[in-house]
T-cell receptor, first 116, second 115 residues
Framework: AQKITQTQPGMFVQEKEAVTLDCTYD???????LFWYKQPSSGEMIFLIY??????QNATEGRYSLNFQKARKSANLVISASQLGDSAMYFC?????????????FGKGITLSVRP | DAGVIQSPRHEVTEMGQEVTLRCKPI?????LFWYRQTMMRGLELLIY????????DSGMPEDRFSAKMPNASFSTLKIQPSEPRDSAVYFC?????????????FGPGTRLLVL
């Protein structure tokens, strides 16, 4: 079974509007971390934000926020006030802490296009 | 501060040749990861090291692939002999083992094309 699921087709958003990118995960580990990375067309992987399973507050980092719904096992990325430079592929990833495992499992990614 | 450094950035080689990819992690980071990204399989972890010791190599495709980390500031991923199906982008990432959630920081990647 997939541990990270990103099923949205290519997403489009108008510049300056907000957009939500979906991510659901599957784990039985009570302690885990969720991460989002951005991959622009140039190819590099850029860390955006993370959320710990025990964090009470949703993580925020500038225009990025993570809508963490633990019971639903979802960790959606919200980008506010979209900019043209936000056009990229976005990956959700999870790290399970049992056994001090440092491995990240990535989803397939979502393509976001910002329209002027 | 310098991020993760990878070389070469692009590599074109012929089937059967040996390919060596190099990575210098962020200074002070003691955990290093090698990933491969393809359209078909997405981003896959190949192997990772903690304090220069290989911890999990279960993602290494086969014996043609090998990775070493002789010291804290250098790692190599070698493919010998290379095959066309090895064509992919290879990323190196590093983090500080034991530092909370251990956010991984990626290098720019090496685009490998095996003809």
């Amino acid at each position: 079974a997939q541990k990270i699921t990103q099923t949205q087709p290519g997403m489009f958003v108008q510049e300056k509007e907000a957009v939500t990118l979906d991510c659901t995960y599957d784990t039985s580990d009570p302690s885990y971390g969720l991460f989002w990375y951005k991959q622009p067309s140039s190819g590099e992987m850029i860390f955006l934000i993370y959320q710990g399973s025990y964090d009470q507050q949703n993580a925020t980092e500038g225009r990025y926020s993570l809508n963490f719904q633990k019971a639903r096992k979802s960790a959606n990325l919200v980008i506010s006030a979209s900019q043209l430079g936000d056009s990229a592929m976005y990956f959700c990833a999870m790290r399970e802490l049992t056994g001090a495992n440092s491995k990240l499992t990535f989803g397939k990614g979502i393509t976001l296009s910002v329209r002027p | 501060d310098a991020g993760v450094i990878q070389s070469p950035r692009h590599e074109v080689t012929e089937m059967g040749q040996e390919v060596t990819l190099r990575c210098k992690p962020i200074s002070g980071h003691n955990s290093l990861f090698w990933y491969r990204q393809t359209m078909m399989r997405g981003l896959e972890l190949l192997i990772y090291f903690n304090n220069n010791v290989p911890i999990d190599d279960s993602g290494m495709p086969e014996d043609r692939f090998s990775a070493k980390m002789p010291n804290a500031s250098f790692s190599t991923l070698k493919i010998q002999p290379s095959e066309p199906r090895d064509s992919a982008v290879y990323f190196c990432a590093s983090t500080i083992y034991g530092s909370g959630w251990e956010t991984q920081y990626f290098g720019p990647g090496t685009r490998l094309l095996v003809l």
